[in-house]
């Protein structure tokens, strides 16, 4: 099971926003430039991130604007805006053999470990702000 491209696509959508809306207004097709994908996604990424309070964005053609400071704004933040996953990262299959010693056992064994990673995943996501990011980006222009 993959993490829907959402994510990504609302991570460099706000580093778009925060890196380049100094210079340019940032439109839905301005910012689909720069992903390279069909304006209609910028829009429903922009409707999650504002949804979350992240951004605001003016009708018509007047761009999206921060509304956050980059130093409060998480990884988390952004994976959680855009609904990337819904509920546990891991589907289980339901119905496992309650007649099979392994069947009848694997949720004692697996059911936490895999919670566990799911929360791995989160806290990193907590630990990384947009800020970290634009300094790593500063360095590669």
Known sequence: MKITSRFTVAVHTLLAIYVLGKEYKMTSDFIASSVNVNPVVIRR???????????????????????????????????????????????FHENPNPECPVGKNIHAVL???????????????????????????????
Not at 60 to 87: R, W
Not at 120 to 140: F, G, P, R, W, Y
């Open 45 to 91: 990424t922009l409707s999650s991130l504002k949804a979350a309070g992240i951004i605001d964005v003016k009708a018509g053609s007047g761009g999206a604007m921060p509304v956050k400071d980059t130093d409060d704004i998480t990884l988390y933040d952004i994976y959680t805006a855009v609904d990337c996953v819904e509920g546990n990262l891991f589907n």
């Open 111 to 141: 059911d936490s470990r895999l919670a566990d990673a799911q929360t791995a995943l989160e806290n990193e996501l907590k630990s990384v702000t947009l800020t970290d990011l634009m300094k790593q980006l500063n360095i590669l222009m």
